[in-house]
């Protein structure tokens, strides 16, 4: 079951998704579609494996719920919502139309974006940073063949709670959690991202990828991860007064702030 909507849509300045990936078996477009209509927002960045066209390679797979997804983006788009696409890499054949508008959608590589306090923020997928690190064997073997055998295994743990009534639960994220070798990498991607941020001269930056939703300060720069929607459902997105937090859609709850705390306030500019 879905969540239930609530009879006023939720009203934002601006949200952040990513790691939908469409067409792959894990993806929780239900829920996705669901957090779509229960939404309003001026600016919405996808913000890259929207679609997975790896996955889609493999396996054809693309029930109606996955083109809902595409036809409530795409009316987004027509009807007061600016729309930033941001390919990722197993959407990347998307990148080659970098600067293109498809459908009132904007196809970018990366993208800046000023908060409502003025603060730049740098968006892309994250993928690139892959090259700066090296995986241990079992953070690659994670990333294969058992990374889709838990989220198998996830899917059929979350259709058993869910008959009893429980909300879902991440054994994706447990996993990654309770092993040191996951969170050692994804503490090194995470630096990695806001060093070069920092380099750059943002204030803050956006990206997916790591499928692991965080909102940390790292020496003056605001990194943020809005997450996926196949273990987490989360979605990064700032307030009409400015905040920027990060949300979890359940089939119990609409709103729920992460285990994050709210951002950290941005280092005042003289």
């Known amino acids: 079951m879905s969540p239930k909507k609530s009879s006023k849509p939720l009203k934002y300045r601006a949200i ?7 067409g792959y078996k894990g993806c929780k477009a239900e829920y996705l579609l669901d957090f779509l209509r229960s939404t309003e927002t001026e600016y919405l960045f996808l913000v890259g494996d929207i679609i997975d066209i790896w996955s889609m390679k493999r396996t054809m ?17 027509k009807h007061n919502t600016k ?16 600067g293109i508008v498809f459908g009132n959608v904007e196809i970018h590589s990366e993208y800046t974006y000023e908060s409502l306090d003025g603060r730049r923020i740098h968006m892309l997928h994250g993928d690139k940073y892959d090259s700066m690190m090296q995986c241990s064997r079992f953070i690659e073997f994670i990333g294969n063949l058992s990374y889709d055998f838990i989220l198998y295994a996830n899917r059929l743990l979350d259709k058993a709670r869910r008959r009893l009534g429980f909300p879902f ?5 447990y996993v990654k959690n309770n092993i040191k070798n996951a969170m050692a990498h ?12 920092k380099k750059r001269g943002y204030d803050m930056v956006v990206c997916g990828h790591i499928h692991h939703a965080d909102i940390r300060l790292i020496d003056g720069v605001v ?13 990064l997105v700032e307030q009409l007064d400015g905040t920027i937090e990060l949300i979890h859609w359940s089939d119990k709850q609409h709103a729920v702030k992460s285990d994050s705390e709210a951002l950290p306030e941005f280092p005042q500019v003289a």
């Open 223 to 235: 990194y943020c991860n809005d997450g996926d929607w196949i273990e987490h459902c989360t979605a």
């Open 61 to 77: 797979f693309w029930p109606q719920a996955h083109n809902n997804v595409i036809r409530m983006i795409l009316g987004k788009a």
């Open 169 to 173: 639960w991440s054994l994706a994220k």
């Open 16 to 22: 952040w998704i990513s790691d939908v990936h469409l």
């Open 186 to 197: 994804i503490r090194k991607f995470e630096n990695i991202v806001a060093a070069d941020a």
């Open 83 to 98: 729309v930033i696409y941001i390919p990722g890499n197993h959407d990347e054949e998307f990148r080659a139309y970098s």
